[in-house]
Every structure is written in structure tokens, then in C-alpha cells.
Nanobody
Framework: QVQVMESGGGSVQAGGSLRLSCVAS????????VAWFRQGPGKEREGIAA????????????YYTDSLKGRFTISPDTAKNTVYLQMNSLKPEDTAMYYC?????????????????RGQGTQVTVSS
């Protein structure tokens, strides 16, 4: 079993930055894939980015949804079993509940239904 817990959400003005953290605990393996999702008001849940927990960057799988790549960066700290989501140049449309989830392997990384370990979410609110 694996548990994941998000933190770092809050309120920020447009143009600002936030860094979210997802701490994984329990039977965490390097083959686990950890992803960030978000769901805004009246919107469907969407995948943001995912990463494997391989220690060496050269062997790590990393995926992004195209529309957010460049503003959002996912990075694991494998020593701490923590995956960060750095969010820059935030916009009001980034307002959402942000979720962390984990599963075995990163295939179909953006499909939330395939993740069997899920966090409760952390709220991000961006004001104009």
C-alpha cells in the first residue's frame, strides 16, 4: 500500500508562483509513477504532469500535458519520496483543486482512473 498527501496550496495573485508537494509513504518503489492532476470549478479533471521515481534523471520518465509545459515543472526528490510541482506565471484559470496520485508505471499517465493511490487534494486560488 502507498499513501500520498499533498500540501502547498493557497491563494496567489496572477503572475505569482506556488510549489506543491506530494509526499508518498508506505511501500514506495522506483517503478511507481506519481502524477499531478487538477480540477477547476465546472471543469473535468485533467492531468498536469507525471514522473517515475527513478533516482537518476537519465533513466527517469517525465510527462507533461502540452498546454502547461513551460509554466509547470514536476520534479521528484527520491530521497524524500516527495514529488514537487512548481507552478509559475499563474493565471486565474489555474484556480483548481490539485491532486496527487500514484500507480505502478507511467503508461497512460494522464488517466486518473488508473491511479489506485490518491490524495485528498490541495486548493490553489489565483486572483486577478
Amino acid at each position: 500500500q502507498v499513501q500520498v498527501m499533498e500540501s502547498g496550496g493557497g491563494s496567489v495573485q496572477a503572475g505569482g508562483s506556488l510549489r506543491l508537494s506530494c509526499v508518498a509513504s508506505g511501500d514506495v518503489r522506483v517503478s511507481h509513477c506519481v502524477a499531478w492532476f487538477r480540477q477547476g470549478p465546472g471543469k473535468e479533471r485533467e492531468g498536469i504532469a507525471a514522473t517515475s521515481l527513478t533516482s537518476f534523471a537519465s533513466g527517469r520518465e517525465t510527462y507533461y500535458t502540452d498546454s502547461l509545459k513551460g509554466r509547470f515543472t514536476i520534479s521528484p526528490d527520491t530521497a524524500k519520496n516527495t514529488v514537487y510541482l512548481q507552478m509559475n506565471s499563474l493565471k486565474p484559470e489555474d484556480t483548481a483543486m490539485y491532486y496527487c496520485a500514484a500507480k505502478w508505471g507511467c503508461s497512460q499517465w494522464s488517466s486518473y482512473e488508473f491511479y489506485n493511490y490518491r490524495g485528498q487534494g490541495t486548493q490553489v486560488t489565483v486572483s486577478s
